[in-house]
């Protein structure tokens, strides 16, 4: 089975750093899609970043600038760089894999997610 586990949310000051990681096992395809969405209180899932196995990389406006995803493949693990937080961007965080970018997504029976690690921004 394909497990996803989150990692590095925690508690920051506006304007800090935090770092998640998410470390996937299970998947054997050699193609895909890995991503961040995150939820707030009263808000839906929402995407803030995904790479797929190229390499290529997609940013929601928000984040451009601040938010740099990565993935170490040695390790099976997806980062998210987050720079300059502000209490916007409090949420909860999940890690998200597909085969392919365009089954990446909450309308998507496809994707995998992971449970989540919180992020509080004050």
């Known amino acids: 089975d394909v497990q996803l586990v989150e990692s590095g949310g925690g508690s920051v000051q506006a304007g800090g750093s935090l770092r998640l990681s998410c470390e996937a096992s299970?998947?054997?395809?050699?193609?895909?899609?890995m991503g961040w969405f995150r939820r707030a209180p009263g808000k839906g899932r929402e995407e803030v970043a995904r790479?797929?196995?190229?390499?290529?990389?997609n940013y929601a406006e928000f984040v451009k600038g601040r938010f740099t995803i990565s993935n170490d493949n040695a390790k099976n693990t997806l980062y998210l760089q987050m720079n300059t937080l502000d209490p916007e961007d409090s949420a909860m965080y999940y890690c998200?894999?597909?085969?392919?970018?365009?089954?990446?997504?909450?309308?998507?029976?496809?994707?995998?997610w992971g449970q989540g690690t919180q992020v509080t921004v004050s």
């Open positions: 790479i797929d196995n190229t390499g290529r990389t």
């Open positions: 299970g998947y054997t395809y050699s193609l895909w899609c």
């Open positions: 998200a894999l597909a085969r392919y970018c365009g089954l990446l997504g909450p309308a998507s029976s496809s994707t995998y």
